[in-house]
């Protein structure tokens, strides 16, 4: 069956190679038919469909892809968070607190939490997601946790790397990460991470991670500069990484760095709030040429929101961002971290993932921050 949008104030596309050769249309129209966009362009030229839906003058714009997720998790680290807001800073060493009840909970459980969590992020436009291991830290939690997050999201990343476990010896757990756990969860996944920070990994054993993974035919993400300059965003770099996640920390030869190694700088701004760092550069970063993301970094110690809204709000408005750089960001930017084509644009033959706006613009998700303004959302079809 067809279905005809029409009333659509603004089209928001992605069909270009950048956010300023991108069409936006106005007084537009769209056909999607079983799961795909059949046609778009403007309404007075729109074809017949089977039905035909009025979306009274909303804006329409494609689903977020949100690339940094730990949606696969127990428990909960309130107290944690309470304790930051009184002075006490982040540590990489309250995950461990997470690793316990992780791998105290059922699969029951786990699966029906990040089911709750990914239902929560379609809710508000979330179409593509990504979700990363990193709560259990031995081989059978580990690939657990993969083949759980493979049933809720869309791509799955190996963060193995995410702590040394207390009381395990840091050479053992490292070479049981490049070794049999990989082996073990590399059917699950489609990229490998690590946590190259002051109180989890160094440089060195970070590099000795990703490279195994590159063996393995691994996308290579990282986790840095979140507490300090700890050399992962050069190492990124250096290793032509799909993206370095977090920079709130980086230096002039980073940024070049970045730029150079055309890897994505994933901006997780939720993230940067609740651990009080300083937000990460973004305007810096997009006038030096660095691609960009825009991810919610949902997880219970650091960054406990499914909201892309949110993160796109506080780029634009705190991070300096335009709109239109924020929604590529959010949109384009993730989809190419993980490496789907066909996500974050609207084209036709495409996926029909379109998130409607309670609201005429695109704008009004920063000139309205904090109201929720998703009227609909169509996830379009996989494969």
């Known amino acids: 069956m067809s279905e005809l949008l029409t009333g659509i104030a603004e089209l928001t596309t992605h069909d270009g190679p950048t956010p300023a050769e991108s069409t936006r249309l106005t007084d537009a129209a769209v056909v999607v038919e079983d799961g795909r966009v059949a046609w778009l362009g403007p309404a007075s030229t729109a074809p017949a469909a089977d039905v035909r839906t009025d979306l009274g003058g909303r804006a329409v714009l494609p689903g977020w892809v949100d690339c940094h997720t730990h949606l696969v998790f127990a428990g909960d680290r309130a107290a944690e968070f309470a304790a930051r807001l009184d002075g006490r800073p982040y540590a990489a060493g309250g995950i461990a607190t997470t690793v316990e009840a992780?791998?105290?909970?059922?699969?029951?459980?786990?699966?029906?939490?990040?089911?709750r969590l990914r239902a929560e992020a379609l809710a508000g436009g979330t179409t593509t997601l990504e979700t990363k291991t990193g709560y259990g830290l031995d081989v059978h939690a580990e690939v657990r946790l993969a083949r759980i997050g493979r049933e809720v999201a869309d791509s799955v990343t190996f963060l193995g790397a995410h702590l040394v476990p207390p009381g395990v010896d840091r050479r053992a757990y490292l070479d049981l990460v490049v070794g049999p756990m990989l082996d073990a969860v590399r059917p699950l996944v489609d990229a490998i991470d690590v946590f190259c920070e002051t109180g989890a990994f160094t440089v060195d054993e970070a590099r000795e991670v990703l490279l195994?993974?590159?063996?393995?035919?691994?996308?290579?993400?990282?986790?840095?500069?979140?507490?300090?300059?700890?050399?992962?965003?050069?190492?990124?770099a250096e290793l032509g990484a799909a993206s370095v996640d977090h920079v709130n920390h980086?230096?002039?030869?980073?940024?070049?760095?970045?730029?150079?190694?055309?890897?994505?700088?994933?901006?997780?701004?939720?993230?940067?709030?609740?651990?009080?760092?300083?937000?990460?550069?973004?305007?810096?970063?997009?006038?030096?040429?660095?691609?960009?993301?825009?991810?919610?970094?949902?997880?219970?110690?650091?960054?406990?929101?499914?909201?892309?809204?949110?993160?796109v709000a506080t780029a634009v408005l705190q991070q300096r961002l335009s709109v239109a750089e924020a929604l590529w960001a959010a949109t384009r930017g993730g989809a190419a971290v993980l490496?789907?084509?066909?996500?974050?644009?609207?084209?036709?033959?495409?996926?029909?993932?379109?998130?409607?706006?309670?609201a005429p613009s695109a704008a009004h998700l920063a000139y309205r921050p904090g109201v929720p303004l998703t009227h609909r959302v169509l996830q379009g079809a996989r494969g």
């Open 250 to 311: 980086v230096s002039a030869a980073d940024v070049d760095a970045l730029a150079g190694a055309r890897v994505t700088a994933v901006l997780l701004p939720a993230a940067d709030l609740s651990t009080r760092e300083p937000l990460a550069p973004a305007r810096r970063l997009a006038d030096a040429g660095v691609p960009l993301a825009i991810a919610t970094n949902c997880n219970p110690g650091s960054s406990f929101t499914t909201s892309m809204a949110f993160c």
């Open 212 to 236: 195994a993974g590159r063996a393995a035919g691994l996308r290579l993400r990282v986790h840095g500069g979140q507490l300090g300059e700890s050399g992962g965003v050069a190492l990124a």
């Open 102 to 115: 992780t791998r105290a909970a059922s699969d029951e459980e786990l699966r029906a939490a990040a089911a």
């Open 339 to 358: 490496g789907v084509d066909d996500r974050g644009a609207i084209r036709v033959g495409g996926p029909a993932d379109l998130h409607v706006l309670d």
